[in-house]
């Protein structure tokens, strides 16, 4: 069973923790074959030499260098091609993933060929408040579900799964991947989404990386003139699967207030009691999620599944 796997690492401006990240790679009970670091216009001579030292020797380097710089959505999808290994992940400089964060996911991951992705639990790490807040998807009973599962559970519960939480098959995602900039700031979830409606996904029920929240992006939200743009990208490119995305009321980062807008836009069908009370929902738990203990977190994310 191979367990090779690389690593695409979009690289701007967070030397703050570049080193730290290097180190979890160096890390990992099972090393990756390539890390493939994308200098996203840095316009730092000696940061391929810094990558390079503080990189263990076993591990190639892919150094990619954009002039300018172009988001981590364009990186991405010029990654994509160096791919070389059976499997992958996505890492940012303020991720922090376990030790066995690869060699657990692969391990798991391998017994299902015909799912695309494989994430585990979410643990938030708010460096603004210095706290930790652990979610687990208590709902997901068994490993794999396949796309007719996964239909059921988006309908039923309302939850994202967290990219920075995700190992890829690589065959399965070059396939049918819609990692394009063309749709936008929030590809890397709607990919994910995507590749769940093609062909399902696997669930790990451990506890491998922390998300860090951080100045300037704790409560960013994206406005919703810019969702519905989204919303008329997926109906006029991927309709089959806006379909999918409206049916499950995967919209509800969509506030109520979007409504007006919507019919304006001729997007009546996606304004549903069912959105109404998920937009709600998320309204609410992005206002208090950080202002309350982790257990009662724990407690109202069951309360609003």
């Known amino acids: 069973m191979s367990k ?6 979009p690289f701007y401006k967070d030397f703050k923790y570049l080193k730290n990240c290097l180190s979890n790679v160096n890390k990992q009970t099972i090393h990756p074959k390539n890390l493939i670091f994308i200098d996203d216009g840095n316009n730092q001579i000696r940061l ?12 190639k380097l892919i150094f990619i260098t954009n002039r300018i710089n172009q988001g981590p959505e364009k990186n991405i999808e010029i990654a994509i091609k160096h791919i070389r290994s059976k499997f992958f992940f996505l890492i940012s400089a303020d991720d ?3 030790e066995n964060f690869a060699e657990e996911n692969i391990n798991k991951l391998s017994f299902y060929p015909d799912a695309p992705y494989i994430f585990s639990n ?7 408040n210095k706290k930790k807040y652990i979610i687990k998807y208590y709902f997901l009973k068994k490993n794999y579900f396949d796309r007719f599962e ?7 519960y309302q939850f994202k799964i967290y ?13 049918n991947n819609i990692f394009k900039k063309k749709y936008g700031k929030r590809v890397d979830m709607l990919n994910l989404l995507y ?8 669930y790990h029920n451990k506890n491998l990386s922390e998300f860090t929240i951080r100045e300037n992006q704790w409560g960013k939200k994206l406005s919703d003139l810019y969702l519905i743009k989204e919303l008329l990208k997926l109906k006029k490119y991927k309709n089959k ?23 304006k836009k001729k997007l009546s069908e996606v304004i549903t009691i069912s959105w109404l009370v998920r937009s709600m929902k998320f309204f609410i738990w992005k206002k208090i999620r950080f202002m309350i203990p982790n257990k009662i977190l724990e407690l109202l994310f069951k309360i609003f599944n």
């Open 96 to 98: 922090i993933i376990y």
């Open 163 to 175: 990219h920075n939480t995700v190992v890829f098959n690589s065959n399965i995602f070059k396939k």
């Open 4 to 9: 090779q796997y690389d690593i695409i690492f």
């Open 195 to 202: 590749l769940a409606f093609k062909s399902g996904f696997s």
């Open 150 to 156: 996964v239909a059921n559970i988006f309908k039923n």
């Open 241 to 263: 699967f806006y379909n999918f995305f409206i049916n499950c009321n995967l919209h509800f980062d969509l506030s109520v207030f979007s409504i007006p807008s919507l019919i």
């Open 48 to 59: 391929k030499s810094i990558v390079r030292k503080n990189l263990h020797k076993k591990i």
């Open 122 to 128: 979410i643990i938030i790490n708010n460096s603004l």
